[in-house]
């Protein structure tokens, strides 16, 4: 499965010192973004290993192979679905005129 | 762009069908005077144990002979039959989610 | 495809099965046949089965390897029993000989049911081979969806 693209890293440089409370909701955010593409990763990476047993006829249960690979895929979609609500809420607040 | 766990998948797949050959063969010569059973190894065969491109075949072990010298039992040639199919709808089913799953990373979800 | 050749040896099965069958059937209605063109009484046919490698475009090169497409099976040769015929004393049958005596098949139609019952059985686990791989077939068509 192809990973999702990370959030860009947030501007750091001659802003950086005097604002660290500013900084730190979006770094606050981007933390939670990061979990949640880890958990994505894991849960494919454990429905994965699952797949591979099951081939290798290592004792692996079908139903087991089938929920792991099920979580996986949902923990991929709700992460779609998230990522595209925060980038078009994003993108909205950029059009508002201030 | 794909999982090596698809490239398991469908190896896995490709040895489902070819063993899937050899027992249609085994059932068509189910009285052929001195024909015995063959398979493959097919958990060597899937890791990759087997010296050599090419797949073997090899003759089943265990199997009674009748007086034609024939070893064929159709009950085991029954059961194979249906876990090969079975085992085969499995390998496709989780094929078919990980090629899913690419399709969806490309179209962002659908409202991206 | 290797898959589709595997449904041609399911066919030859079937074929070499219908073959015999229709052997032990007619064995079964000359039981009693005591008279026929040839001469003599009918006399107790069974098919003999060799094991074929379906066609295939490889030469035997391949032939250990499974690149060969499957081994299927064809009748060699419809045999004829040669053994002395049973016989009867019926001194009025007008077959019989100057001893009284008549020549009837040497068949016994229990065995030939029996086999008969064991060529069905055999056609019907070729069909489901069939039917096995036919499914094995769409279920690959099946990714391409």
Redesign the interface.
Known sequence: ??S?VGPIAPVTGPVAAPSTAASSPSGGFQSVFERAIAGVENLQQTA?QG??RF???EGEE?HS?AMA?QKA?LA??LF??V??KV??AYQEIMRMQI | MLDPVARSLERYMDLLATRQKLVASNIANAETPGYRTVDIDFESEFRGLVAGGQLRAVEVSGLEVNHDGNNVNLDREARLLAENGLRFQVAEALLKGQVQAVREAISGGGSG | MSLFSSLSVSASGMAAERSRAALLVENLANAETTRTPEGGPYRRKDAVFAAEPAASPFGSAFANAIGAEGTGVRVAEVIEDTSAPERRYLPGHPDAGPDGYVAFPHINPAEDMVDLMSASRNYEANVAAIAAVKDMISHSIDLLR
């Open positions: 499965m192809v999702p994965d797949i591979e081939l290798a006829g079908l192979v690979t895929e991929f979609e779609l679905q990522r595209n980038v078009s």
